[in-house]
Nanobody
Framework: QVQLVESGGGLVQPGGSLRLSCAASVKLFSLYTMGWYRQAPGKQRELVARITTFGGTNYADSVKGRFTGSRDNAQNTVYLQMNSLKPEDTAVYYC?????????WGQGTQVTVSP
């Protein structure tokens, strides 16, 4: 059974930083690209970052230069380091894996950026 558990969200002031983690109970974790998505109130879920099997990354334009994705395959964990946070980064953040054409999601972690 696939399980993704996010953590690390919270309330932070503009300009602050947070580090999100996603622990995955997935066999052969290192073989899969992982994604970070977010969903703000009233908006569609959007891709924030992808972390490929060897740690390559690509990012949404809105977070380039501020967010950094990484992974630790030995720990079956992916991370999202978020710096220079803005109020518009406020959202529930989810990690994602696609297995056999099926999307799996964690429960999400709330990130709120507010003075």
């Amino acid at each position: 059974q696939v399980q993704l558990v996010e953590s690390g969200g919270g309330l932070v002031q503009p300009g602050g930083s947070l580090r999100l983690s996603c622990a995955a109970s997935v066999k052969l974790f290192s073989l899969y690209t992982m994604g970070w998505y977010r969903q703000a109130p009233g908006k569609q879920r959007e891709l924030v970052a992808r972390i490929t099997t060897f740690g390559g990354t690509n990012y949404a334009d809105s977070v380039k230069g501020r967010f950094t994705g990484s992974r630790d395959n030995a720990q079956n964990t992916v991370y999202l380091q978020m710096n220079s946070l803005k109020p518009e980064d406020t959202a529930v953040y989810y990690c994602n894996i696609v297995l056999g054409g099926v999307d799996y999601w964690g429960q999400g972690t709330q990130v709120t950026v507010s003075p």
